[in-house]
């Protein structure tokens, strides 16, 4: 890559995910401040600050795959770190030593990913993968977190499990939904090849408001090197290819 368009993408990198974070943190604060709350607030809150929540996480994703901000380890690190902890104080080591192993193994027993042979439902399914990742330290620091908001920041219980808890594992599902299960589920014809993903046929505009392109996943696995943002280029280029 020329130095130039180095520095292009870092500064993309690097703006994409420091607005996702701004964004974030303005919409929820917006929201848990209201006193008066309307159905015309109450909605589209909730759905706009489950989409910010997924973009937090695609945000540390990218951060695992050092696409923040490349060459630079530590700070990808850094905002990945950062990412994790307001989306719901996950150990970000921990996330990248889990999904490093989805890359290597994915779709397998190795995978911890995947579902174990017995739970392949949405349902069942969905709840191991969340029992993987979820610890009873989290669970402590976000009773704590919430207790704090209500009892010094005086958040209502309403504005905190509406725009706080319910987004959060909103967006699990959809993260869960659109990069997980679709792309790795098993069906009646085998998988593609080693990557053991397919992508959905979306268009650039749903993609992005379903998942970030994250349903764009047999590119994610081919081309890991490659942001989020990114993704649609690559996806149109291979279609390309294979039509010719």
Request: charged share 15%; net charge positive; glycine share 4%.
């Amino acid at each position: 890559m020329k130095i130039k368009d180095k520095l292009k993408d870092n500064i993309s990198g690097l703006a994409i995910a420091l607005s996702v974070i701004v964004l974030w943190f303005t919409n929820l604060f917006f929201l848990l401040t209201q006193d008066q709350l309307k159905i015309y607030i109450i909605i589209p809150g909730i759905l706009l600050q489950t989409f910010l929540y997924t973009g937090l996480f695609i945000t540390a994703h990218d951060a695992m795959h050092g696409r923040v901000f490349t060459g630079n380890r530590k700070f990808n690190n850094l905002i990945g770190t950062l990412a994790v902890k307001l989306y719901a104080f996950f150990s970000y080591q921990r996330l990248l030593s889990k999904h490093w192993k989805h890359h290597k193994h994915p779709a397998s027993p190795k995978d911890p990913d995947f579902h174990n042979g017995q739970y392949r439902g949405f349902n069942r399914w969905y709840l191991r993968f969340m029992s993987n990742y979820l610890t009873w330290w989290q669970i402590l620091a976000m009773a704590i977190a919430f207790n704090i908001l209500r009892y010094i920041f005086h958040i209502s219980v309403e504005n905190l499990i509406l725009f706080w808890i319910i987004p959060s594992l909103a967006s699990t599902i959809q993260l869960f939904y659109f990069g997980t299960y679709l792309p790795h589920r098993p069906l009646e014809e085998d998988y593609p090849d080693e990557h053991r993903a397919r992508s959905n046929d979306f268009s650039v505009f749903w993609s992005f408001l379903t998942c970030y392109h994250f349903g764009y996943h047999w590119e994610h696995h081919e081309y890991p090197h490659i942001a989020w943002w990114q993704l649609p280029k690559v996806r149109k280029a291979h279609l390309a290819i294979n039509k010719t």
